[in-house]
């Protein structure tokens, strides 16, 4: 039942930064993990990062380590992706799904069928 959105995406300098924006809707987020993922012009989807249901607990793609946040703001019913340093290669659009969490409440990066967003384009050119 939970339907999401993302918003945010839009094109930047490299080094440049974005914020991105999940909201739900049908469900609060409360009790789900939700993911980040990207795809580019035809290549596959790769995850980004992911946060969890309960403490927050939070997983980062090696590529972006060290340069996206992922937050929650369960009030607000949103999940946000702070995007910093972005690189060439981060060009891509950029869909939030709710993902799986093991048993020890650590998300991980399996989306629940039908949770897509719409997607955000995020471009990086100079």
């Known amino acids: 039942q939970l339907q999401l959105v993302e918003s945010g995406g839009g094109l930047v300098q490299p080094g440049g930064s974005l914020r991105l924006s999940c909201a739900a809707s049908?469900?609060?987020?409360?009790?789900?993990?939700i993911g980040w993922f990207r795809q580019a012009p035809e290549k596959e989807r790769e995850e980004v990062s992911c946060?969890?249901?309960?403490?927050?607990?939070?997983y980062y793609a090696d590529s972006v380590k060290g340069r996206f946040t992922i937050s929650r703001d369960n009030a607000k019913n949103e999940v946000y992706l702070q995007m910093d340093s972005l690189k060439f290669e981060d060009t891509g659009v950029y869909y939030c799904?709710?993902?799986?969490?093991?048993?020890?409440?650590?998300?991980?990066?399996?989306?629940?069928?039908?949770?897509w967003g719409q997607g955000t384009q995020v471009t990086v050119s100079s």
């Open positions: 799904a709710r993902v799986r969490e093991t048993v020890r409440d650590m998300c991980v990066m399996i989306p629940f069928s039908g949770s």
């Open positions: 049908g469900l609060t987020l409360e009790h789900d993990a």
């Open positions: 946060v969890s249901s309960k403490d927050g607990g939070v």
